[in-house]
């Protein structure tokens, strides 16, 4: 089901006389408004991430979305402008970074396939060797920060940069509290590090590479960010400034890890019921890709045992459901 409006255009036809046309037009701001009050029926099917006691505090009851069009318009509703912490979505700025410098070639380091396993295993880890299945679970996204560090003198800013520059946000950060609690309680992560050093598939010093990694997760952006950021994976990869990020073939890349790993081992459901490349985070958020349309944007802090946002899935489900709008 569809939501549009009639929307009268003046126009010139070919032979140069003033015509009037009526066009279809989504009427975005009423499919948001629409879609805050069904997901708020969800409240209390999930559970914060209180496994990082710094997200522990966030209230439940938040819910923002905003989706940004390849012809510039933006539309939000709810928390859409609050900052929170984006966790794993970050993967997406940090993969993007390293193919830019690297090319599509991953290499032999880290795989493309979707994992089916939870995002922090070690037994799957174990069973291949040391080579994590794809760039957005842990281990993936640690080899990723580990290729990364000798390109840039100081990563972590670096990482801070390409958001600020993509949002147009100066005032984005690293949440400092976040980047702590997540050192503290990240026991899992440096098993993982040390693990795949012990197959020599990470190559700089564990803890710079770990406060890398464990920064980056602790951004802190609004949805309205977030569809600013990665707007270039919706526009052939290129930022709304016309600079280029990734080439068309790259963004190509990007999308469909996305899709096929974006939301951990819950893709299958995710592509079935919503059909477009996303990424999810334990900070609530998830991110979504419409090539060659829109990027879209959601949050809220209770997740599922999968580790993805409940009202946010059920908000892009019903997205796609009114827009009409997937990849399939």
């Known amino acids: 089901m569809c939501i549009s409006i009639s929307v009268d255009l003046t126009v010139r036809n070919?032979?140069?006389?003033?015509?009037?046309?009526?066009?279809?037009?989504?009427?975005?701001?009423?499919?948001?408004?629409?879609?805050?009050?069904?997901?708020?029926?969800?409240?209390?099917?999930?559970?914060i991430a209180d496994y990082i006691p710094a997200l522990s505090k966030i209230p439940p009851k938040k819910f923002g979305m905003a989706v940004k069009l390849v012809n510039g318009e933006e539309f939000h509703v709810g928390d859409a402008a609050e900052t929170f912490s984006i966790q794993s979505i970050s993967k997406v700025a940090s993969?993007?970074?390293?193919?830019?410098?690297?090319?599509?070639?991953?290499?032999?380091?880290?795989?493309?396939?979707?994992?089916?396993?939870?995002?922090?295993?070690?037994?799957?880890?174990?069973?291949?060797q040391g080579i994590p299945r794809n760039p957005f679970i842990n281990a993936g996204a640690i080899v990723i920060i580990d290729g990364l560090i000798n390109l840039y003198p100081d990563l972590k800013q670096g990482i801070l940069d390409f958001v600020r520059t993509n949002s147009q946000n100066n005032h984005i950060y690293f949440d400092e509290e976040v980047a702590?609690?997540?050192?503290?309680?990240?026991?899992?992560?440096?098993?993982?590090?040390?693990?795949?050093?012990?197959?020599?598939?990470?190559?700089?010093?564990?803890?710079?590479?770990?406060?890398?990694?464990?920064?980056?997760?602790?951004?802190?952006?609004?949805?309205?960010?977030?569809?600013?950021?990665?707007?270039?994976?919706?526009?052939?990869?290129?930022?709304?400034?016309?600079?280029?990020?990734?080439?068309?073939?790259?963004?190509?890349?990007?999308?469909?890890i996305m899709l096929t790993c974006g939301t951990y081992d819950a893709v299958g459901d995710f592509a079935f019921r919503v059909g477009i490349p996303s990424k999810s985070g334990v900070g609530g958020g998830i991110l979504g890709i419409i090539p060659k349309q829109m990027s879209i944007a959601v949050w809220s802090p209770e997740l599922n045992a999968q580790g993805n946002s409940v009202l946010g899935m059920k908000a892009m489900e019903l997205f796609t459901t009114y827009t009409g709008i997937s990849v399939f």
């Not at 948001?32 to 559970?47: A, C, F, N, P, T």
């Not at 710079?208 to 994976?233: E, K, N, P």
């Open 14 to 47: 070919r032979t140069g006389a003033i015509t009037n046309q009526t066009r279809s037009v989504m009427d975005y701001n009423a499919i948001l408004q629409r879609i805050k009050k069904e997901v708020s029926l969800h409240y209390g099917e999930g559970k």
């Open 95 to 128: 993969l993007s970074l390293y193919i830019r410098k690297h090319g599509l070639e991953i290499g032999s380091r880290v795989g493309v396939e979707p994992s089916g396993t939870a995002f922090n295993s070690l037994v799957q880890l174990e069973y291949e």
């Open 180 to 256: 702590a609690s997540e050192c503290a309680t990240g026991n899992r992560n440096f098993a993982l590090a040390h693990f795949m050093k012990s197959y020599g598939n990470i190559n700089n010093d564990i803890h710079t590479v770990l406060d890398a990694y464990f920064h980056q997760c602790s951004l802190a952006m609004s949805c309205i960010d977030l569809v600013r950021c990665f707007y270039f994976l919706a526009n052939e990869g290129i930022t709304e400034d016309s600079l280029r990020i990734l080439s068309r073939r790259e963004a190509k890349r990007v999308n469909a």
